[in-house]
């Protein structure tokens, strides 16, 4: 993917995103403390953030259908800045929460309309590479933004985190204005396009390509959501270790990310039909070298190309099988990913609180990605049927 301006301005504002996200998680013993709660209560920081983004994805997009898309992004990122400010000056837990809430609310929609504005600034062959460019600010914001958060909130504190996030929104805010093409991506303002994206989630084939993301998130953070218990007691590894991992980790779902828009760009479903194959099977592999560091360390970072791998597929197939009303299904299909991610934590969660150890949980991640490959053959086979024509009579 050749340099391309409004992609860099999406994929600022992807990062942001990222931070935002998942740097409470490196922050929450500082947090509690700071607010006199449990780790518990500060964890629901997290869980607050994932609830806002199931609700503001539809909420979000169905009430800006007449809003030009760039108009859109751009105050999408305001409702981000603002709720990061909010963070940041929050007097005590609850103000926070809601802090946390206001700032998810920008989260699905602008993933959504994102990643159609991502495709429509490139050649149609390149579709998938340019979605790809976008989520990959997310993935980098795991590997640089979610360390360097956590690494402020010990040092400066976990209001200053917030304040730095809050900067990178006003940054976003500016790209975005000055770079997304102005009238060549404009939303719809027909008084039916509310009544046509609704209809478009009650066909099967979105309903289809919505439920694979969430089984193929869940096969991703059924087993990274306790990566760090699992490398300290099977691998019996020290905390810098453990680190090291989580930036491996982070490396291989950016290089995931890339390979992933580049090959979806041949063939969506044999992406995903390669990718979750791999994810099953590595997924499997680490259940059995759990004990060994070297072994272990190659498998995370070869996980993680797997894991983003799946990511410009899954949103390019919502956005196919939407494609006459994609804005809701493609904002709805965030939501789907973090539908996964609570599904993939709870699953791994029991997993563990019936102790059947930790390789159990990598297993049961693994069952997950069979499932995701089944789920992709099974619709291979049936549009197949459905694509064939009837032989003509005579």
């Known amino acids: 993917m050749k340099p ?3 992609l860099l301005a999406l994929a600022v504002g992807a990062f942001g995103i990222g931070v935002t996200e998942f740097a409470p998680m490196g922050m929450l ?3 509690a403390s700071d607010l006199g709660v449990s780790i518990p209560a500060a964890g629901l920081l997290v869980s607050a953030y ?7 994805a539809p909420l979000m997009t169905l009430t800006t259908g007449r809003v030009p898309r760039r108009t859109l992004l751009v105050g999408l990122m305001g409702i981000f800045t603002v709720g990061n400010l909010l963070s940041a000056l929050a007097p005590e837990y609850w103000t926070l929460m809601a802090a946390r809430v206001v700032t998810s609310f920008n989260h699905g929609a602008f993933f959504g309309v994102g990643a159609i504005v991502a495709a429509s600034v490139v050649a149609p062959n390149r579709r998938a590479g340019a979605v790809a460019a976008m989520f990959m600010g997310l993935t980098v914001a795991n590997i640089t933004g979610v360390p360097l958060a956590a690494w402020a909130g010990e ?3 976990w209001r200053a985190s917030f304040w730095g996030i809050a900067g990178l929104g006003a940054l ?3 790209a975005l204005r000055l770079t997304l093409p102005h009238g060549q991506v404009e939303r719809s303002s027909d008084s039916g396009a509310m009544k046509a994206e609704l209809a478009v989630l009650r066909r099967g084939p979105v309903l289809a390509a919505l ?10 953070f059924t087993v990274f959501t306790y990566i760090a218990p699992i490398l300290k007691e099977q691998t019996r590894a020290s905390a810098g270790f453990v680190t090291a991992m989580l930036v491996t980790y982070g490396l291989g779902l950016t290089i995931g990310n890339w390979l992933g828009g580049r090959f979806a760009d041949r063939s969506v479903d044999r992406t995903l039909i390669v990718t979750l194959a791999g994810l099953a099977t590595l997924l499997v592999v680490f259940a059995g070298i759990m004990p060994w560091q070297v072994p272990a360390a190659g498998v995370i970072f070869l996980w993680g190309v797997a894991s ?14 939407a494609s006459d009303a994609p804005n809701l299904a493609s904002a709805m299909n965030i939501g789907a990913f973090n539908l996964g991610n609570a599904t993939g934590a709870a699953l791994g969660g029991a997993v563990i609180g019936l102790d059947l150890g930790y390789p159990a949980v990598a297993l049961a991640g693994a069952a997950m990605a069979g499932a995701g490959l089944i789920l992709v053959l099974l619709l291979v086979r049936r549009e197949a049927r459905v694509s064939v024509p009837l032989p003509a009579h005579c």
């Open 308 to 321: 983003f791998a799946l990511v410009p597929p899954l949103q390019m197939r919502v956005m196919t099988a």
């Open 29 to 31: 013993p500082v947090i």
């Open 211 to 220: 439920s694979l993301t969430v089984i193929g998130s869940s096969a991703m």
């Open 50 to 56: 994932a609830f806002g983004v199931l609700v503001g």
């Open 4 to 6: 391309n301006a409004p």
């Open 155 to 157: 040092s400066l504190g």
């Open 172 to 174: 976003a805010m500016v």
